[in-house]
Structure formats: C-alpha cells, structure tokens
C-alpha cells in the first residue's frame, strides 16, 4: 500500500511547521516593532536573548514533534496536495490570524503588568518593574505557541478534532516546553541573563488566556474558510 508523504497531506509534515514558524515571526518582532514606532517611549517586552531562546529552546521540539505528525485518515480520498509550500492561505492564517492573535495577548499582559507597576508611557520603565512584565510577555508566547502547536496539527479542523493523543511527541514536546518556560522565569540565573522574571499573578492570567485565544481564533478561521463544511465531513479523525 502506498504511504503518503508530508507533501501529498497537508495535515503533516510540512504544513504544520511552517504555519508555526510563520506565526512565530509576528510576536517575536511585535515588540521591537511598536518600539520603534513609539521611540522607545514603550519599553522591549522581549530582548534578543529572551527572542532566542523562543527559537531554540520553545520552538525545536514542538516543531520536530509536528513533522511526525500521523497522516489523516482523509489523505486516501482526497486529492493530493498541489502547489506552492507558501501559498496565500498560509500566509494570511499565520501573519493576519494566529501571530496577531499571540502578539496582542503578549502586549496585553506586557503592559497590564507594567501598568500595575506604577509605569506610564513615555517613562524609563525601573528593573523591578520591567523584568516581571518582560516575563509576563515571554509567558504569554511560549502558551500561545503551546496553542499554536496543537492548531498546527491540521489545516482544516480545529484544536480537539485529531485527538489530543494521537501524537504522543507532541505531548512530551509540550511538557518539556512547560519545564522550559519554568526554569527559564525561576531560575534567577536563567532570569537575570534574558532580562525576565516571574510575573504577578496578572500576568499569569493575561498570559494563560493566550491558549484559548489561539484555540478560538484557529476554530472560527477555519469553519470561516471556503469548504470548511465539506473537509468536516470527511472522514472526521
């Protein structure tokens, strides 16, 4: 019998990870971006180090994880895929959809957490200050990347359609990016080199809702999509 390859269903292999990495690109320049737009009057969320660290240390497992995704049941009934790698569908889902959607919650709890601190704009953020909302923000990425993995895993059904278990990988890359995000925030080594620390309890909050952010906005994307009824109804995983 025939295996599909990564390039015949665009439910694994290369479609997921480069819909996550596309997304990636939006929060991890958002905030050099309104810095510069601001002239600085609004302070880093994210240094260069805590930038890489996202790339090396949150991004790689997760992303190896959706390359050994398992091929959809639908792969034998439908046509095979055609095209470009990056197409316009992609482009817009990633750029316009999901990496605005985890760029906003991670200046949301940047700024909240800022806020709360006595900060107001235009002012010199002090350390104690900045280094909890920087962790609130560093926070919000690595959850709304955790989301992101998870929407990745098809191009056509949402978060909870393929089974949460029928990538095992995935989840061991999860929980390792968990680990991660933990150690990255309270280790006091770790956090004085990238410039972070572990934000209040608002932070968390404001950072936590980036999942259910990603999860909804990725449903409502693709049962807005053309076709998006008849792909449900194919042989549903």
């Not at 190896?64 to 470009?84: K, T």
């Not at 680990?179 to 990238?194: E, T």
């Not at 259910?212 to 194919?234: E, F, N, Q, S, T």
Request: glycine fraction near 10%.
């Amino acid at each position: 019998m025939h295996r599909p390859s990564a390039l015949e269903d665009p439910d694994r292999g290369f479609g997921p990870i480069r819909g996550r990495r596309l997304a990636r690109s939006v929060e991890g320049q958002c905030s050099f971006v309104l810095w510069s737009l601001t002239a600085g009057h609004l302070p880093l969320a994210l240094s260069v180090l805590q930038i890489l660290a996202l790339d090396i240390g949150t991004d790689l497992l997760p992303a190896l994880a959706l390359g050994a995704e398992p091929a959809s049941p639908r792969v034998m009934i439908e046509p095979m895929r055609s095209g470009p790698l990056v197409d316009l569908g992609l482009l817009r889902r990633a750029l316009l959809v999901l990496g605005p959607t985890e760029a906003v919650v991670e200046m949301l709890a940047f700024v909240g957490v800022l806020t709360l601190g006595g900060w107001s704009y235009g002012q010199t953020a002090p350390a104690h200050v900045l280094a909890p909302a920087s962790g609130a923000a560093f926070a919000a990425v690595v959850l709304g990347q955790l989301a992101n993995a998870f929407a990745c895993r098809s191009a056509s059904r949402p978060v909870g359609r393929p089974s949460l278990r029928g990538n095992r990988l995935l989840l061991l890359a999860v929980a390792v990016e968990l680990v991660f995000l933990a150690v990255i925030l309270g280790w006091p080594a770790a956090a004085s080199l990238l410039g972070g620390s572990v934000p209040p309890p608002v932070g968390w909050v404001v950072a936590l809702a980036a999942v259910p952010a990603v999860v909804l906005v990725d449903r409502a994307h693709k049962a807005l999509r053309p076709g998006a009824r008849r792909r449900d109804g194919v042989a549903p995983a």
